[in-house]
């Protein structure tokens, strides 16, 4: 099994910043993809920010140049700093990993982090 757990909520004001960070644990042979959702009250899970094993990332246009993700392979680690927040920013922010727990295998697993509440508000 693989356990995913995160830190670094809060509330905030706007024009504040926060930084999120998300280990991984258990097992883990290797991580493909990882990434940043967020879901609002009364709407969708969105991707907020992807990030590939090699270091590929892609932002939604909500949180380009606002946001940035980075992750450490070989501490399990992604983590998301956010500048400039808005209230709208405001949600649930998952981490997620693509993990592959063995040598004998090809694809990986999908797993989520618990959710950790960022709330910007005056």
């Known amino acids: 099994q693989v356990q995913l757990v995160e830190s670094g909520g809060g509330m905030v004001q706007p024009g504040g910043s926060l930084r999120l960070s998300c280990a991984a644990s258990g097992s883990i042979f290797r991580i493909n993809d990882m990434g940043w959702y967020r879901q609002a009250p009364g709407k969708q899970r969105e991707l907020v920010a992807p990030?590939?094993?090699?270091?590929?990332?892609n932002y939604a246009d909500s949180v380009k140049g606002r946001f940035t993700i980075s992750r450490n392979n070989a501490q399990n680690t992604v983590n998301l700093q956010m500048n400039s927040l808005k209230p709208e920013d405001t949600a649930v922010y998952y981490c997620?990993?693509?993990?592959?727990?063995?040598?004998?295998?090809?694809?990986?697993?999908?797993?989520w982090g618990q959710g950790t509440q960022v709330t910007v508000s005056s």
């Open positions: 990030v590939t094993r090699g270091g590929s990332k």
């Open positions: 997620n990993a693509d993990v592959v727990s063995s040598r004998w295998r090809t694809t990986g697993d999908d797993y």
